[in-house]
C-alpha cells in the first residue's frame, strides 16, 4: 500500500520552461489536492478536486493547470515555470466518507532558475 | 476563504515542560481542524484533529481544544521530548482545507 505517491521527487527548471507533477493515489480516495509550501508560509492550495471529474482553484493558482485524470491520479502542471514557482510541492488526498484527513505525498522540491 | 492564523511562529521549551501553540480561524463554518507535524524533509504527517461538534480531544501525550464561538483552537503536548521537535500546522476545513504558517517547536535536552 503505497499511499500517494509524487513523481519527481526533485526537478530544477529554466525559466519559461514547461513541466508536469505527477500525483497518484491507491486508497480509493475521493479528493485531492495540490500545495505548495515556501518558508514561513505554510502550506498554500493550489488547486484541488473534490471528485473525479471536477477541479476547482485554491488560494494560488496562477500559473498552474491540473488535470485529474481518473480518480487516482490528479496532476500539476507549470506552462512557462517563473523563478516565484520555486518551492516545494505536495500532492495529498482525502476521502470525506471515512474522515476528514489529508494523507500526504513526499514532496516534489522544484526550483526554477 | 477562510484564513488560519498560528501562533507562536516559534517555540523554544525544555525537556518534560509543555507546549500549546494557537490558532484562530475566520470561517464559522469551518467544521474539521486537524494539526500535522513535519519533520525536517519530510511530508506533514497528522497527529491529531478535532470536529467541530466536540471541544477537546486528547491522544497520549497531545491533546487538541476548539471554542467555536471565539474561533480558536489549541495543541497542548504536554511532557515534551527532545523527538517532538518539528514544525507544526494547524489547519482549518470547510470544502477544502487552509493551512496555517507553522510552528518551529524546539524542545531542549
Known amino acids: 500500500n503505497a499511499g500517494v505517491t509524487q513523481t519527481p521527487k526533485f526537478q530544477v527548471l529554466k525559466t519559461g520552461q514547461s513541466m508536469t507533477l505527477q500525483c497518484a493515489q491507491d486508497?480509493?480516495?475521493?479528493?485531492m489536492y495540490w500545495y505548495r509550501q515556501d518558508p514561513g508560509m505554510g502550506l498554500r492550495l493550489i488547486y484541488y478536486?473534490?471528485?473525479?471529474?471536477?477541479?476547482d482553484k485554491g488560494e494560488v493558482p496562477n500559473g498552474y493547470n491540473v488535470s485529474r485524470l481518473n480518480k487516482r491520479e490528479f496532476s500539476l502542471r507549470l506552462e512557462s515555470a517563473a523563478p516565484s514557482q520555486t518551492s516545494v510541492y505536495f500532492c495529498?488526498?482525502?476521502?470525506?466518507?471515512?474522515?476528514?484527513?489529508?494523507?500526504f505525498g513526499s514532496g516534489t522540491r522544484l526550483t526554477v532558475v | 476563504g477562510e484564513n488560519v492564523e498560528q501562533h507562536p511562529s516559534t517555540l523554544s521549551v525544555q525537556e518534560g515542560d509543555s507546549a500549546v501553540i494557537k490558532c484562530t480561524y475566520s470561517?464559522?463554518?469551518?467544521?474539521?481542524f486537524p494539526w500535522y507535524k513535519q519533520e525536517l524533509g519530510k511530508r506533514p504527517q497528522l497527529i491529531i484533529d478535532?470536529?467541530?461538534?466536540?471541544g477537546e480531544k486528547k491522544d497520549q501525550r497531545i491533546a487538541v481544544t476548539l471554542n467555536k464561538t471565539a474561533k480558536h483552537f489549541s495543541l497542548h503536548i504536554t511532557e515534551t521530548q527532545p523527538e517532538d521537535s518539528a514544525v507544526y500546522f494547524c489547519?482549518?476545513?470547510?470544502?477544502?482545507?487552509?493551512f496555517g504558517a507553522g510552528t518551529r517547536l524546539t524542545v531542549k535536552p
Open positions: 495529498a488526498s482525502s476521502d470525506i466518507t471515512v474522515n476528514y484527513g489529508y494523507t
Open positions: 486508497m480509493n480516495h475521493n479528493s
Open positions: 478536486s473534490a471528485s473525479e471529474g471536477t477541479t
Open positions: 470561517d464559522s463554518a469551518s467544521n474539521y
Open positions: 478535532i470536529r467541530s461538534n466536540v
Open positions: 489547519a482549518a476545513k470547510i470544502n477544502d482545507m487552509r
